[in-house]
C-alpha cells in the first residue's frame, strides 16, 4: 500500500525559500512537511561562494549554507521528504498531491517554493552533447575539464561567476555575450575583466555546439555574430550555459494563475495566490529580485500568511470577507 502523509502545512521545494517558511511553519507549531524535489537545497547547492547572505563576514558555500537552513528546519520540527510532486489537485481542501513514487500528500494548506529551473539555447546540438561537454553548472562540472579549454555562454551573475569559478581548473575560459555590455552586477565584471585567464567574446550567440568523432563529446562551438551575421569556430571541450533559469511552474499549469512569463502570480506585498490556502515564495513567484534573501524572506511571508489563513479556518469568518495577509 503506498503511502499517504497529511499536514497542516505541505512545502513544496527546499531552497532558501522553502526552508525558511519551513523554520517559520515549525515555530508556529504546524509540523510542516517539506518535500525536497529533485534538488534538495536548490540552487544554492550548484555555486560556491556566496557573499551576500547576511549573517556572514567571511565568504560561505552555497551548500553549506543550504545545509545549515535544512539543520535549522529539521531541528525546530520539519519533516524532510526525498520525493517530487508530480501531481497536484488544488480543487478542495484539503489538497491532495501525487509523489513520484505513488505517495499522497494530504495539506490543509501549501505552500509553493519549487525555484527555478536551468535554461538552455533550444539547439538539436545542445541536447545532444549534454553531459558530453555541455552543461548548465560549472560548479558541478567544471572539475571535468580540468587543463583544458572551456566557453561559457551568457552576461548576468551566474555566466561571470561560473567563468571566474572555472579558472580553478581551466587557464583558458572565453565568455560568450550576445550583446557589447554584461547584466552581471559591476563588482563581478571588475573581477572578470582583471582575471588574465578569462577572454570575452562581445556580440556572439552559439550557433551550433560541434561534436568530435564517435563519443569524443563537445570539440567547438560555432559561434555568430550577432551584428554581421559572421560564423566563426572556437575550439573548446567544454561549454557551460549560464543564460537565467525558468520558474518551476508546470505542474501548476491550470491549477493557479500563473503570469506570461510562467511566474505564479500572487496578490501583491503578500505570498497569497488566487487559490485560497495555496501560497507561493521564492523565485517561482519573482522574475525581479532573484536571490536568496529574497527567498528566504519571502519563504517567511508565506508561513505567516498560512498559519494566518489557518487560523481563519478554525475560527471562520463571513464568506465574503476579504482575506488580509499576516501583520
Ligand atoms: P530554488 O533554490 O530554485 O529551490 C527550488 C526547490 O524546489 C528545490 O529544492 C527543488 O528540488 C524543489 N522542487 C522543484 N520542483 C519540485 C517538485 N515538483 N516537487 C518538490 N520539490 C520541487 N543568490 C544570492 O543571494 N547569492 C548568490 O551568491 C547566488 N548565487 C547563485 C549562483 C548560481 C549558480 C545560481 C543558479 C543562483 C544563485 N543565486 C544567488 C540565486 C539563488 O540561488 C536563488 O535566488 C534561490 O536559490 C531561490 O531560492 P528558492 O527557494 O526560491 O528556489
Ligand atoms: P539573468 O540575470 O537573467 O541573465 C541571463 C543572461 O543570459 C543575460 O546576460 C542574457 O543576455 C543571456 N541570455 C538569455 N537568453 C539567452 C540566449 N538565448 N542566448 C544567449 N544569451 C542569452 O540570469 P542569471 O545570471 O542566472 O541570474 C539570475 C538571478 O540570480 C539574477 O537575479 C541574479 O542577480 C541572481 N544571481 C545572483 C548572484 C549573486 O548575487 N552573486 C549570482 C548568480 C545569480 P542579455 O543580457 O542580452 O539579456
New binding site residues.
Partial sequence: MTAVHSTRMLI???????LSAAIYGARAGLSPIV??????????T??TD????PGYREVIQ?PWLMEEMQAQAEHVGAQMMWD??VEVDLSERPFRLKGDGGATYVADTLVI????QAKWLGLESEQKLRGQGVSACATCDGFFFRGKKVAVIGGGN?AV?EALYLTNHSHDVTLIHRRDTLRAEKILQERLFKHHGITVLWNKEVAEFVGGEGNEGLVALDLRDTRTGEISRLDVEGGFVAIG?HP?TE?FKGHITLDADGYIQVKPGTSLTNVPGVFAC???MDKVY????T?AGTGCMAALDAERFLQQQDYPVPEDAEMEPAE
Fill in positions: 513544496l521545494g527546499s531552497g532558501p525559500a522553502g518535500v525536497q524535489g529533485i534538488q534538495p537545497g536548490g540552487q544554492l550548484t555555486t556566496v557573499e551576500n547572505y552555497g517530487t510532486i517554493a519549487t525555484g527555478a551566474t561567476e533559469h518551476a505542474l521564492g523565485d517561482v532573484r536571490q536568496a534573501i527567498a
